[in-house]
C-alpha cells in the first residue's frame, strides 16, 4: 500500500464529517471501517462495500453492535485488551458471532475510551504498516468523538436534574413533565419504573464507566436516565405496553449482576426494581419501592436472594411497618413465648422447627429434609408444638400470624 499515515493527518484541517472520515479512512486501508462511541452505536461507516461479514452487516442494518458480538468479544479477551491499552490489536475470526479478521483500536483522550475503530481486514494482508495508519486514525476520530462528547454530557447533566425531580416526587403533575421530557428529547410512553443497582463499596471511575457500559450494550431493555449516587446506579427503565415488563428487567437486573461479576470480579451486586407504571408521576413511587426491595434483602438475604422485583416480595412488603406496629402496641404472640420459653430450658428447638416447617408451606417432607431429620422427628416436634404453645397448625389465621412474627423476630435478630 503506497498510503502513508501523513495521509491521513492531511485532511484533519478540513470540515470533515464523521461519514467522511469514516469513508476516508476507509479508502486508506483499503478496507470497510467503522467508528463507534463507547457504547457500541454506530458513529459512522464507510460505504459502498462488498464481502462485508455478518456481524457488520447485524451491526449497520442495527445502527447498533449485537449484543452477542460483544458478548462474543469480551469472551474471546478483544474488549479487555482494548480497553486496557490504545495499541490496535488484529482479531482473528470469530466464526460463532460472524466476525472475520479485524483490525480493531481503541479511541481515547487519556486513559477515558471515547470509541472504537474496526477495520474489517478479510482482503488484505495486515502489516504494521496498517497498524500505524489505524492508530493515527484514533487520534484524528478523538477530536470528533471528544466534540461529540461534550455536547452529549451537557444534555446528560441537564437530563439528571429532571430525573432527580421525578425521583424525588418534585414533579407530580403529567403535563409539567411531559413537557419537561420533550425539552430533553425523554420519552416516557408505555411502561416505566425504577432500577437500582447496589454494590458493596462505593463506586469509583472505573466502576461507573464499565456498569455504564453494559446498560448502554445490554440490549433487551431501554434506559431512558440514570445516576449514579455512591454506591448506587439508579435507573429509569420503559418498554412497550405490548412487552412483558417484568419478565425483561428481572432478565436485565441478572444479566448486569452477573456481567459485572464476571468482568470486574465484583462479588456483591444487588438489583432491584420497584412497580411497573403506565404513567410517569408514579417514577418516585417506584424508586422507593427498589430501594425498599435491597433494604429487605439486607435483611432478610437467605429468605430473598433471588427476589429482585417489589411485586415478588409478599408479606415482606409490609414487615417494617408491622414490626413498628407491634413495637407501638407492646404486642407479645403469647403462643410463640410459651415455645420460647420452653427451648431456653430444655435447649430445644422447637421455634426454628416451626419457622423451617411453615417456610415449606407445612410440607412434612421438605421441611424434614431442609433440617436433616427424619419425618418422625418432625412429626414429634410438631406434636409438642401443639401441645406446649396450645397452637392449631390446621388454622391459617393462626398460622399466618405466627410466620409473620417468627419473620420480625428474624428481622430483630431473636433467636430462632
Not at 407479645?332 to 421455634?351: G, I, P, Q, T
Not at 436433616?372 to 401441645?387: F, G
Amino acid at each position: 500500500m503506497s498510503h502513508s499515515s501523513s495521509q491521513l493527518t492531511g485532511f484533519s484541517d478540513g470540515p470533515e464529517s464523521p461519514d467522511g472520515l469514516a469513508d476516508r479512512i476507509a479508502e486508506i486501508l483499503g478496507c470497510p471501517v467503522t467508528i463507534e462511541d463507547p457504547n457500541h452505536r454506530i458513529v459512522s461507516y464507510s460505504k459502498h462495500e462488498h464481502n462485508v461479514d455478518e456481524a457488520r452487516t447485524a451491526t449497520i442494518m442495527r445502527r447498533k453492535v449485537p449484543e452477542r458480538v460483544i458478548n462474543g468479544l469480551w469472551k474471546h479477551g478483544i474488549m479487555s485488551q482494548l480497553f486496557a491499552s490504545g495499541e490496535p490489536i488484529v482479531v482473528d475470526p470469530i466464526d460463532e458471532i460472524g466476525l472475520g479478521n479485524r483490525i480493531a483500536v481503541s479511541v481515547r483522550k487519556n486513559k477515558d475510551v471515547l470509541g472504537f475503530i474496526w477495520a474489517q481486514a478479510n482482503e488484505v494482508t495486515i502489516t504494521d504498516h496498517h497498524l500505524q495508519l489505524i492508530k493515527d486514525a484514533a487520534k484524528l476520530v478523538s477530536r470528533h468523538l471528544l466534540h461529540h462528547q461534550v455536547k452529549k454530557r451537557k444534555s446528560e447533566e441537564n437530563q439528571k436534574e429532571f430525573f432527580w425531580q421525578l425521583l424525588t416526587g418534585t414533579l407530580r403533575y403529567k403535563p409539567e413533565i411531559i413537557r419537561h421530557a420533550k425539552r430533553f428529547g425523554t420519552r416516557l410512553s408505555g411502561q416505566l419504573c425504577v432500577a437500582v443497582f447496589e454494590f458493596d463499596e462505593n463506586m469509583n471511575q472505573s466502576v461507573e464507566r464499565h456498569a455504564y457500559y453494559l446498560t448502554e450494550t445490554l440490549q433487551q431493555t431501554r434506559i431512558v436516565s440514570r445516576i449514579f449516587d455512591e454506591n448506587q446506579l439508579i435507573l429509569l427503565v420503559r418498554s412497550d405496553v405490548t412487552e412483558d415488563a417484568a419478565r425483561i428487567c428481572d432478565t436485565f437486573i441478572h444479566d448486569f449482576t452477573q456481567k459485572m461479576k464476571e468482568r470486574l470480579q465484583f462479588e456483591d451486586v444487588k438489583g432491584s426494581f420497584g412497580i411497573i407504571y403506565d404513567s410517569p408521576e408514579h417514577v418516585s413511587d417506584s424508586y422507593k419501592q427498589a430501594l425498599k426491595v435491597l433494604e429487605l434483602k439486607e435483611q432478610f438475604p437467605r429468605a430473598l436472594q433471588q427476589v429482585s422485583n417489589y411485586q415478588e416480595l409478599g408479606i415482606y412488603q409490609f414487615i417494617n411497618e408491622l414490626a413498628s406496629l407491634r413495637s407501638r402496641e407492646q404486642y407479645r404472640n403469647a403462643f410463640l413465648e410459651k415455645l420460647y420459653d420452653y427451648d431456653r430450658k430444655h435447649k430445644s428447638e422447637l421455634v426454628g422447627t416451626l419457622k423451617v416447617f411453615l417456610d415449606c408451606n407445612s410440607n412434612v417432607h421438605k421441611a424434614a429434609e431442609d433440617m436433616h431429620i427424619h419425618t418422625n422427628t418432625l412429626n414429634y416436634r410438631l406434636k409438642r408444638i401443639k401441645e406446649i404453645g396450645a397452637i392449631d397448625l390446621k388454622d391459617p389465621n393462626q398460622k399466618t400470624t405466627l410466620y409473620l412474627d417468627l419473620l420480625i423476630h428474624e428481622m430483630e435478630g431473636d433467636d430462632l
